[in-house]
């Protein structure tokens, strides 16, 4: 078999474009994440939030749900296990360090217990699942976004529910803020900025991967299905 030739456009794809996304990732750890060195838009700017983890939720769920919709249940499930897994150790084990640094041993908290933090690897799981049963092979773009929108749409109302009932004290505590404004009460602007926190990134979740996926049949981009 001949070899394909070299091409301009493989040193976009090999270099540029890696190089573009390293510089992304960058950007939005340093200047945009609340947390980061600089933060230039706030240390709690929802915008800000949204742009990081909720980014990376995004991503964590948005691989399972794209198989499960593109392959079977199986897959998009056992591609929430791999990817909910790693998530959850990474993140139980920084607010696990995080708290006993701030609270200089005082108040030891395990998040690795956290029944909260363990929804992100069953969540993943789900939404792959789910997702997956609900299409169940099709390739209709209709069937693909109501099955990606409900997935995405009950594991948010999962998370949700588990953050702010089961998650250890300090998370319970924010997860009870950010549906209160500044003076601890409820109104308009707190219930909008807890629902965009909550619930935005799962809708557009639940929006652009079908869109995603409905491309990719376009092109034969798909893995073989199983059912």
């Known amino acids: 078999m001949e070899t394909e030739k070299f091409k301009l456009m493989d040193v976009f794809n090999g270099v540029i474009i890696p190089l573009i996304l390293v510089l992304l990732i960058f950007v939005l750890a340093v200047y945009v994440n609340v947390s980061g060195t600089i933060h230039i838009f706030g240390s709690s700017n929802v915008i800000a939030v949204i742009l990081t983890s909720g980014f990376a939720q995004m991503i964590v769920l948005g691989i399972p749900l794209v198989l499960g919709l593109l392959w079977n249940k199986w897959a998009g499930g056992a591609a929430g296990f791999i990817m909910g897994g790693i998530y959850y150790v990474a993140n139980a084990g920084q607010f696990t360090a995080v708290y006993a640094v ?37 390739s209709n773009f209709k069937r693909m976004l109501g099955a990606g929108m409900t997935a995405a749409i009950i594991t948010a109302l999962l998370q949700l529910f588990m953050n702010y009932n089961y998650s250890l004290s300090p998370a319970r505590t924010m997860a009870h803020n950010l549906w209160l404004d500044n003076a601890g009460a409820v109104t308009v602007g707190s219930i909008l900025y807890g629902f965009t926190l909550a619930f935005i990134p799962s809708i557009a979740l639940g929006v652009i991967v079908p869109i995603l996926a409905k491309v990719m049949t376009w092109y034969g981009i798909q893995p073989m299905r199983h059912k």
């Open 102 to 138: 701030y609270s200089s041993g005082a108040t030891n908290y395990n998040f690795f217990g956290d029944l909260s933090m363990l929804f992100y690897l069953v969540n993943a799981v789900i939404i792959g699942y789910m997702a997956g049963a609900l299409n169940n092979g099709s």
